[in-house]
């Protein structure tokens, strides 16, 4: 493992946030940690959470320097390569359903120099039923486990749903007395123009409001935190427990569910905005009144809904309402609650985790990026039309609470967007460069992830092109990348060493870029007992 590298978050050492600066840009001279998500099924959609449908994502970092691989897990080709399994971590109980394929999955990954892995804890599982009674007993019980494999953990605090779209067959939803809450005001939930709720997690516009049992939306979030922080002293103070990612919408995410496959949103749909219900409304209204014009104290009528096109709308199409005084009124104030609700969760997460890395994950919606309005992206919160810079004000503020930022799809290549989906307007690859140069430009440490299914090579050069920008000057590079996920595809033989390959480069490690099969009729394999097998 790298020793001169530079360490990140207050002096403590994290998995995702450890950099190793060179002053050249070769990627041999840079090392980026690795993780690999593993285990859970579902639906990966464009609007796709960690893995839709997931019981409890974990996934895993790969060392950032490791020994030369000898040895490959043993693999069940009997599989079929399109059918995923069921790998239930935690369950509604809490409870650790399958200890020993647990144990089995992380020694895989150990295999291939992971140094630690990362877990969901579920907001739904752990206060399911009685505000402020928590169980934490099934993660007690993982953490242990990962302990005593010597491995590192990296925790997501999940305060949304998990599920409850089509094709997932998981559903994990918020607790049983926040829903109940929920039956009488459903105006805790965000809400879009015809009314319609969305559980998926609690509107920002309680986050300061009583009317979670006499709490407020983010005093129940801090309370959340503070009881993990005192539950698992132990493996805090033993370094175990790394970093922790906060949660901050829909699918961990920053950002408003304005894309809701519930709610019939397909690919690749504008969305529509989510500030619909009466704590929002009333905050829309103050912010007017402030401005001078309480007739803006609405949202746009000719926004269009979730599956329209931008050129469809009078609101979004080239010269349209969005820059309008009013437009630019109403978009600086949605994007604005966004940041504000950041910049509150996070500063009590600082206040919970003092002293361990916190980090926070932003969602890629690059479909409509080559227009003028980059309407998918204004409707989710984020205001970044082609004449400004809607990444900035965010980057800086997980700046102020030093935060890392975990950024999707840099697997994705423009070119295969334009053929694909042509009417989609899609620009991934100027997504990605623009959102990771303005978390370079505030200096906070950046990691990233596919955002669907990645076995060739192709992708994987893409994702180092992402990673480690050829001939940098400055050196930047991605602190961590994490793969989604670990399957019985990725495990196929062929699959894994290909992984394996592109987990090296990801360390500097120098790999020759020569075919992995010279004859696709004859390839050894090292298997874990020592044996070579061929096909």
């Known amino acids: 493992m790298a020793i001169s590298s530079i360490q990140l978050c207050h002096g403590v050492w994290s998995a995702g946030a450890r950099m190793a600066f060179s002053s050249s840009s070769h990627e041999q001279a840079i090392s980026t940690s690795v993780r690999v998500s593993f285990g859970f099924p579902g639906t990966i959609g464009w609007n796709s959470c960690r893995f839709k449908g997931s019981q409890s994502r974990t996934s895993a970092v790969v060392r950032e320097r490791g020994e030369k691989i000898e040895e490959y897990p043993p693999i069940d080709e009997s599989v079929d390569a399109d059918e995923d399994i069921q790998l239930g971590v935690i369950n509604m109980d809490c409870e650790l359903v399958d200890p020993e394929g647990l144990v089995n999955q992380l020694q895989i990954l150990k295999l291939v120099n992971v140094d630690g ?33 010597k491995l590192k953990l990296q925790v997501v605090m999940s305060f949304h749903e998990c599920g409850g779209n089509v094709g997932d067959d998981v559903h994990i939803p918020l607790p049983q007395w926040i829903r109940e809450i929920g039956q009488s005001n459903p105006d805790i939930y965000f809400t879009d123009r015809e009314g319609r709720h969305n559980s998926e997690c609690l509107t920002w516009g309680i986050d300061k409001e009583r009317v979670l049992k006499g709490r407020t939306a983010v005093e129940v979030y801090f309370d959340y935190m503070r009881n993990f922080r005192v539950e698992f002293d132990e493996f805090f103070e033993d370094g175990l427990i790394s970093e922790i990612e906060v949660g901050l919408g829909p699918c961990g995410e920053l950002r408003y569910p304005s894309y809701p496959a519930k ?26 009144e402030v401005r001078g014009h309480s007739f803006w104290a609405r949202g746009p009528d000719n926004a269009g809904s979730y599956n329209d096109a931008p050129h469809e709308t009078g609101f979004f199409r080239d010269g349209g309402d969005y820059d309008s005084y009013y437009g630019r009124f109403f978009l600086n104030w949605y994007s604005q609650v966004l940041v504000d609700h950041g910049d509150r969760v996070l500063a009590l997460a600082n206040l919970a985790f003092e002293g361990t890395c916190i980090a926070s994950k932003l969602s890629g919606i690059h479909w409509w990026y080559k227009t003028a309005s980059h309407a998918a992206e204004l409707t989710a919160g984020f205001y970044n039309p082609s004449n400004r810079d809607g ?51 505030v200096s906070i440490a950046v990691a990233s992830e596919n955002a669907l299914p990645c076995y060739d090579r192709e992708g994987y050069n893409k994702i180092l092109e992402n990673a480690k920008p050829f001939n940098d000057p400055d050196g930047r590079h991605l602190s961590a990348f994490t793969y989604l996920r670990l399957s019985p595809v990725l495990l196929e033989r062929h699959n894994f060493i290909e992984f394996e390959r592109f987990v090296k480069r990801m360390h500097g490690e120098a790999v020759p870029d020569l075919e992995l099969y010279p004859d696709k009729n004859h390839t050894e394999f090292q298997g874990p007992d020592g044996q070579v097998a061929v096909d």
């Open 117 to 149: 892995v990362m877990v969901d804890c579920w907001w739904g599982i752990v206060e399911a039923h009685t505000p402020q009674v928590y169980n934490w007993s099934g993660y007690k019980r993982l953490f242990q486990i990962v302990r005593g494999l």
């Open 263 to 288: 709610h019939g949103w397909r690919y690749p749909g504008i969305g529509e905005f989510q500030c619909y219900d009466k704590y929002l409304l009333k905050n829309l209204s103050k912010a007017a």
């Open 391 to 441: 990444y900035a004000p965010i980057a800086a503020m997980l700046k102020k609470h030093e935060a890392a930022l975990n950024f999707t799809c840099v697997e994705l290549r423009t070119l295969d967007q334009q053929e694909d989906f042509p009417e989609a307007l899609a620009d991934p690859e100027g997504l990605v460069w623009q959102v990771l140069n303005a978390a370079w430009d």
